[in-house]
Nanobody
């Protein structure tokens, strides 16, 4: 299971860090993803992380601004968001799936089995 936290209201240019607590007996054999969704639009991929391999992948619009990291002891994944823009406003979701590889990264929301409830991020101009 996964559970996000850390959303809020910030101004353009500010930073925010989202957290995703991960639980499950197969930990750390997980592939993780961050997605976001605005009303009326599809849930879109933001970034992916392979826990065993420690590798990441990002959508182009957040490259250089967002960073995924982890804390193994806390079983927690983070999404550090810097230089936030109003276009980043969305509900952000953490997703996970069991994965024993050290190289698989998943960008399609249909590949994930576990989802958090979402956390709202609002960036004002």
């Amino acid at each position: 299971q996964v559970e996000e936290s850390g959303g809020g209201l910030v101004q353009a240019g500010d930073s925010l860090r989202l957290s995703c607590a991960v639980s499950g007996r197969t930990f750390p054999a997980y592939a993780m993803g961050w997605f976001r969704q605005v009303p009326g639009k599809e849930r879109e991929f933001v970034g992916a992380f392979n826990w065993l391999g420690g590798i990441t992948k990002y959508t182009d619009s957040v490259k250089g601004r967002f960073t995924i990291s982890r804390d193994n002891a806390k079983h927690t994944l983070y999404l550090q968001m810097n230089s936030l823009k109003p276009d980043d406003t969305a509900v952000y979701f953490c997703a996970g799936r069991i994965d024993y590889s050290n190289s698989h990264l998943y960008t399609d929301k249909r590949d994930y089995d576990y989802w958090g409830q979402g956390t709202q991020v609002t960036v004002s101009s």
